[in-house]
C-alpha cells in the first residue's frame, strides 16, 4: 500500500508533546477528534511486549473533554447517557454509553465527575461537544459546554505504579481503579486518574497546565529509565485481546448498547430520563438481532481498513469483521466481530475471505485474555 503524509494545519491539531515524540522516534499517527494520535513506534508485537513486562508513556491529548458545567450540568449529562448516575460521586470515573434517540451509538467516553456541577467527558472519537450544545439548547438547560485545554498523558504497563509513585509518593499507588485525585507537581495541581485504554494498569494525567505538563513528561522518562520506560500508544494487539471497543471501528451509530455487549451499562429499569430510552426499553424487551463477539481466524496476518464480511459453512452472510490483527499470544488472527442471530454462540464455525482466500475461524467470547 502507498504511503502518504499528512499535511499539519490548524484543522489537525498537534499536541504539546508533538515534538517530544517525534524526536522519539513515532513512525506513525492517525487523526483522532482532529488531532494527531501516536500510532505506532516501530514494531506493533514488540510495543506489545514491552507494554505487557514494562511501562510505557502515551500522548492521548487527542482524548478532549467535553467540559459541562451550571445549575443544569447533571440533567445534560444524564440525558445524554443510559447509565444512571443519580448516585454518582464526585472523584470517580464512569465509562457511559452515549446514544441517540434511536438508541444507536454516538460515543463511549469516560465520564469524571468533577464537583456537583461540573463534568469532564472524556471522548472517544466524535464530536460530542456539538451533540451536548444541541441538546442544552432544545431543552433549554442552564450549563456551560466548552472543550478545555487539557491534554492527557497516560502511563501504562505493570511497571507503571513505581513509575508514578517515584514521582508522586505512596498515595497515588493506592488509589482505586477508575478513582483520581489532584497531585502537585512543579507548583501545579494535576488531576490524575486509575484508568487508561489498556488492561496492563496505569495512571491518565490530565495536563492543564502546558509548561509543568512538559516538565512532568521530561521527569517520567528520567525517572522511568531504570524502569525500562519507552514512548508508546494504544496497541492495537493488547486493545483487541483486551475486549477494549473503539468508537468507529468496533461500535458505531448503527449499533445500540445491547448489541455492544455493554447491558450493564444501561439502566432502562430506573427512573432517570435520557435520550432514547423507550427504543432502549424495546430492545431490552424483544432481544438483539446481532451481537459484538470475539472470533480466532487461522491466519497468520490480515490488514483492515474496512469491514470484512463473514460466512458460515453454507457461504450465508452472517456478520462483519469490524477489527482484527495476528496475536503472538495465540498465534494466530482474533477479531471483533458483528454477528447476526443465532450465529454469535461460542464454537460456531466461520468462513472470512482474507487476501483473496478462504480462511476457517471460530467464534469466541470477548475479552480474549
Not at 188 to 216: C, F, M
Not at 249 to 274: Q, R, T
Request: hydrophobic share 35%; net charge positive; aromatic share 10%.
Amino acid at each position: 500500500m502507498k504511503k502518504f503524509n499528512i499535511s499539519k494545519s490548524r484543522r489537525l491539531r498537534s499536541t504539546p508533546y508533538s515534538s517530544r515524540i517525534e524526536s522519539q522516534g513515532v513512525t506513525a499517527y492517525t487523526i483522532y477528534n482532529h488531532m494527531f494520535l501516536p500510532a505506532a513506534f516501530g514494531s506493533l508485537e514488540d510495543s506489545y511486549h514491552h507494554l505487557k513486562e514494562h511501562v510505557q508513556v502515551w500522548d492521548v491529548a487527542a482524548e478532549r473533554q467535553v467540559e459541562i458545567s451550571g445549575p443544569d450540568s447533571y440533567k445534560l449529562v444524564q440525558l445524554m447517557t443510559c447509565r444512571d448516575l443519580s448516585k454518582s460521586k464526585i472523584g470517580r470515573c464512569y465509562y457511559c454509553p452515549i446514544i441517540d434517540d434511536n438508541g444507536g451509538m454516538i460515543n463511549d467516553p469516560v465520564i469524571l465527575k468533577l464537583k456537583e456541577d461540573k463534568w469532564w467527558i472524556s471522548i472517544a472519537d466524535s464530536d460530542v461537544i456539538l451533540f451536548a450544545k444541541g441538546l442544552a439548547i432544545g431543552n433549554k438547560l442552564n450549563v456551560k459546554i466548552i472543550e478545555p485545554n487539557v491534554n492527557i498523558l497516560a502511563v501504562q504497563g505493570p511497571k507503571s505504579f513505581k513509575l508514578m509513585e517515584k514521582i508522586f509518593g505512596k498515595k497515588i499507588a493506592e488509589m482505586k481503579f477508575f478513582g483520581f485525585d489532584y497531585f502537585e507537581f512543579a507548583g501545579d495541581k494535576h488531576l490524575i486518574a486509575r484508568s487508561g485504554w489498556s488492561k496492563q494498569g496505569g495512571y491518565e494525567i490530565y495536563v492543564e497546565h502546558t509548561k509543568s505538563g512538559l516538565q512532568l513528561y521530561d521527569k517520567l522518562f528520567d525517572e522511568g529509565k531504570e524502569l525500562n520506560v519507552k514512548p508508546g500508544c494504544p496497541n492495537l494487539i493488547e486493545r483487541i485481546e483486551s475486549g477494549l471497543l473503539s468508537y468507529g471501528n468496533d461500535i458505531d451509530n448503527e449499533d445500540n448498547p445491547y448489541e455492544c455487549g455493554l447491558d450493564k451499562y444501561v439502566n432502562v429499569n430506573s427512573d432517570i430520563n435520557f435520550l432514547g430510552k423507550d427504543k432502549l426499553i424495546q430492545y431490552n424487551k424483544n432481544g438483539i438481532k446481532k451481537k459484538l463477539m470475539g472470533v480466532k481466524i487461522e491466519s497468520d496476518s490480515i490488514s483492515i481498513t474496512e469491514t470484512i464480511k463473514i460466512f458460515d459453512n453454507n457461504e450465508n452472510h452472517i456478520g462483519e469483521l469490524r477489527s482484527g490483527v495476528y496475536s503472538p499470544h495465540f498465534n494466530k488472527v482474533i477479531g471483533i466481530a458483528m454477528l447476526k442471530k443465532p450465529n454469535w454462540d461460542t464454537g460456531t464455525k466461520i468462513k472470512i475471505n482474507i487476501n483473496g482466500k478462504s480462511v476457517n475461524g471460530t467464534v469466541c467470547d470477548l475479552p480474549f485474555i
